[in-house]
């Protein structure tokens, strides 16, 4: 099964934090971000490979940003 990292991108001058989780296609990182609600923005890497940006909208949903 792939290995997925989120890198969390937090307000003020806190240094990202990464969540590493594995999962067939990285659909946990949805659930993972939306446990969190002060986030609003984070990296999805597989691997060591970039996969996208993830930012949450005015509606409270997620948009991935290839």
Excluded: C
Excluded at 18 to 26: A, H, K, R
Excluded at 30 to 38: A, C, D, G, K, T
């Amino acid at each position: 099964m792939p290995t997925y990292t989120l890198e969390l991108e937090e307000d003020g001058p806190i240094e990202p934090r990464s969540i590493e989780f594995e999962s067939e296609d990285g659909h946990e990182a949805f659930r993972i971000l939306s446990s969190n609600e002060h986030l609003q923005k984070a990296k999805i890497y597989r691997n060591e490979n970039l996969v996208g940006t993830i930012v949450k909208t005015a509606e409270n949903g997620w948009l991935l940003n290839p």
